[in-house]
Structure formats: C-alpha cells, structure tokens
C-alpha cells in the first residue's frame, strides 16, 4: 500500500490547490436552510459543500432525533442515491450512531456518505467515482504493486464505458483485490496518511478523486483505447 500512497500524495499534493475551481457539486442551499435551518456561506461549491458537512456533523451529535433526517437528506436529496429502503437507511444511521461502519462494502456509496455527514474528520464518501479514480491514478502513474478498489454501479456513462477495460488490463497486471471487510478502512487509512502529509481535511482528497474521474477516464481512454 505504501506504493499507492506515495501516487495518491504526489498527485494530491498537486491538485488539491485546485479544488474551489474544479469542485463542482452542486446543491439547493436554499432547500438547506429551509430544512436544517443552516445558512450556507462559501464562494464556491468546495467551500458550501464543506461548510455543508460541518454543519451536519454538529447537528449529528447536538440532536440525534435529526439523525434519520440528516442521513436521507446526505444519500437522497444530496447524494441523489434514491433506491434506499427506509429500513436499510435506519440500519445505516443506527451502525453509524454507534461509531462503527457496515463490515463489508455493499451500499457503501450510501453509507459512507451519512458516516461522512456525521463526522467528516473521520470518515469520508466511498462512491463510484472515487474508486475509479484510485484505479486509474494506479494505472496511469503507479508503480510496484497495485491494488484494486471495487467496481461500483455509478450514473456516469463516461466510467461505465471504461470499467471493463480497465478490469481486464488490472488482471493482465496482477494487481491485488482489497478484500470486501476491508475496502473502506483501506480508503480511510490510505487518505489519514496522505493528508496528514498535506496538512488538509481527508474530505479534500475524497473532493478531488470524485472530481477527476472524468478527466481520469479520459487520460485512461489514450492509453488503452476502446476497440
């Protein structure tokens, strides 16, 4: 893993600087404030949408009657990730409450996002665009041994196009497959190590990886092209 994080810190060290313009997540704020209450200031949409995350991390713990609240409005409204049962958003909010995560990775681009919501010191969002990005930063500029993130279903057709490629070329190189249980504390602990040499928040980097994957995809596209 240290091959990885040594890729991850050069490569962040150089983009993160980047992140108030290339961030562009958007969100109703006004939806927010009639909702939450939480008026939310930032001149750009990387300073409202971590202003947004400390927000609910406060309110998280103030008011843990507002938790369910806070989780759906993190995975549906935010996230946009509608397909989640109540019952399965309850189970969510309960293994978060108690300071843990779910043991293996499946639903993690919900469940990550309310652990995120929560307590962005600690924990940051797992989607399919993140993974993508680890994979290709790999691919493109790793070295020694590399290791392989799960292939997550996303939206974007521009990854979709490119996952099974890039699968095959990370068997053609024998990368190593992060084990179910452990595909989040891996993430978590690869982005602790690489901000704590940045001197920035492990939401920065999540940030930046979930910005990229289109313009990882696209370096992805000239090297191994489609046939």
């Not at 939310?40 to 713990?61: P, T, V």
């Amino acid at each position: 893993m240290k091959s990885l994080e040594k890729t991850l810190l050069c490569y962040a060290r150089k983009h993160v600087p980047t992140l108030p313009s290339i961030y562009t997540w958007e969100f109703d704020t006004a939806l927010v404030y009639q909702t939450f209450g939480w008026d939310i200031g930032g001149s750009n949409w990387y300073e409202k949408a971590s202003a947004l995350k400390r927000y609910a991390s406060q309110q998280w713990g103030a008011s843990p009657d507002q938790r369910m609240a806070l989780a759906d409005y993190a995975v549906r409204v935010w996230g946009g990730v509608k397909g989640n049962a109540s019952a399965t958003m309850q189970g969510y909010v309960q293994i978060v409450s108690q300071g843990q995560v779910p043991i293996n990775h499946k639903g993690i681009a919900s469940w990550s996002k309310v652990a995120a919501f929560s307590n962005p010191n600690e924990h940051a969002i797992f989607d399919a665009r993140v993974s993508f990005s680890l994979n290709v930063l790999q691919m493109l500029q790793g070295d020694e041994q590399r290791w392989w993130f799960p292939h997550l279903a996303g939206q974007n057709p521009r990854l979709k196009a490119c996952w099974p490629r890039l699968k095959t070329q990370a068997r053609k190189q024998g990368w190593l497959r992060i084990a179910t249980t452990d595909v989040y504390s891996t993430y978590i602990g690869l982005l602790i190590s690489v901000t704590r040499k940045l001197q920035v928040e492990i939401g920065d980097v999540e940030m930046l990886l979930f910005s990229k994957a289109e313009d990882f995809a696209s370096a992805f596209n000239e090297v191994y092209p489609s046939p």
